[in-house]
């Protein structure tokens, strides 16, 4: 039976959603922006073989706020795992919950496996972007650059109670545009709406943003991959999203540095393995999700 609670992890509480079973444990995290809803669809094609507890990281859904950093996370999901009874979780997480996946499998070396699907920090770097002349790469990044801090200036913003129909009515459009479950995806958008005082507002805050933005812009997961002492498998996109398109070259050689940062660290620690997922994007747990619960499996099956 499905399982709605708040788990006292100390300085805040963190939002579970726990899917039962007496299979092994499997925590599943979510992406910056996203909230435990996001990730039901992928959670429920784990649910045969794992016991699936998904959570909201703090600042998002119904998790508490509080300030951002790795340890402070890692913290959280520890809480999470101690309250529920959960021993020796594999742990899998999408875009900042793989980074947060890796992490946790860099300190906890008991762990079955974990699993980063696209786990990786931004292009942020010249020397990063393998075969792209250094002088293109800097203006693309520079041109990213200015995205991203459009993006971040609407994070946490006041929504007018008369627009908020129209947003839904948005959101039910992207999700019948990418063939995801509508009634998910709305439940996703609606989680991370706040009403407070009469006032309707976004979360992620904009300043849990920035801070997240800061955290994986200055994460180098090289030396994480070539310590791992558990079980690691690294799933890569291999085509961009549409509103990646402009940046189509900037992608394309931020995914070649990926898969040879990856392929060094397979070739220098067993522990560690990875595959290009054929025709996934970064939103691969909305694309494919029953391929990916396949690959979880048997990874964490073999592992252990």
């Not at 599943?28 to 669809?41: D, I, K, M, R, S």
């Not at 996370?73 to 996946?101: F, K, N, Q, T, Y």
């Not at 690294?234 to 931020?254: C, N």
């Amino acid at each position: 039976m499905i399982n709605d609670r708040l788990v006292d992890a100390g300085d805040l509480p963190i939002a579970v959603r726990d899917f039962g079973g007496d299979a092994p444990p499997l925590i599943l995290l979510h992406g910056a922006g996203g909230n435990l809803a996001t990730l039901t669809t992928l959670a429920r094609a784990l649910r045969p073989r794992h016991r699936v507890v998904t959570l909201d990281l703090r600042g998002h859904g119904r998790s508490g706020d509080g300030p951002w950093s790795w340890e402070a996370a890692l913290g959280d999901i520890a809480a999470v795992a101690v309250h529920l009874g959960l021993e020796r979780p594999a742990v899998v997480g999408h875009s900042l919950g793989g980074m947060l996946a890796a992490l946790w499998g860099q300190r906890h070396p008991e762990s079955p496996g974990v699993v980063s699907l696209d786990g990786c920090p931004p292009p942020s770097r010249p020397d990063r972007l393998p075969g792209l002349d250094p002088e293109k790469a800097a203006g693309e990044l520079a041109r990213l650059t200015q995205v991203f801090d459009a993006m971040h200036a609407g994070m946490g913003r006041t929504i007018p109670a008369g627009e908020l129909p129209d947003l839904v009515e948005r959101e039910q459009m992207a999700a019948r545009d990418m063939g995801a479950n509508e009634k998910v995806w709305i439940e996703g958008f609606r989680r991370n709406l706040a009403h407070v005082d009469g006032e309707t507002t976004t979360r992620p805050t904009a300043a849990t943003a920035g801070q997240l933005r800061e955290l994986m812009t200055g994460l180098d997961l090289t030396p994480v991959y070539a310590a791992m002492p558990c079980p690691l498998l690294v799933v890569l996109p291999t085509r961009s999203l549409p509103e990646e398109e402009p940046f189509a070259d900037l992608y394309a050689a931020h995914r070649r540095f990926l898969t040879d940062q990856v392929t060094t660290a397979a070739q220098a620690n067993p522990r560690v393995r990875y595959l290009q997922l054929h025709d996934a994007s970064h939103a691969m747990v909305i694309e494919q999700p029953e391929p990916l619960a396949h690959l979880i499996g048997d990874f964490l099956a073999s592992a252990g």
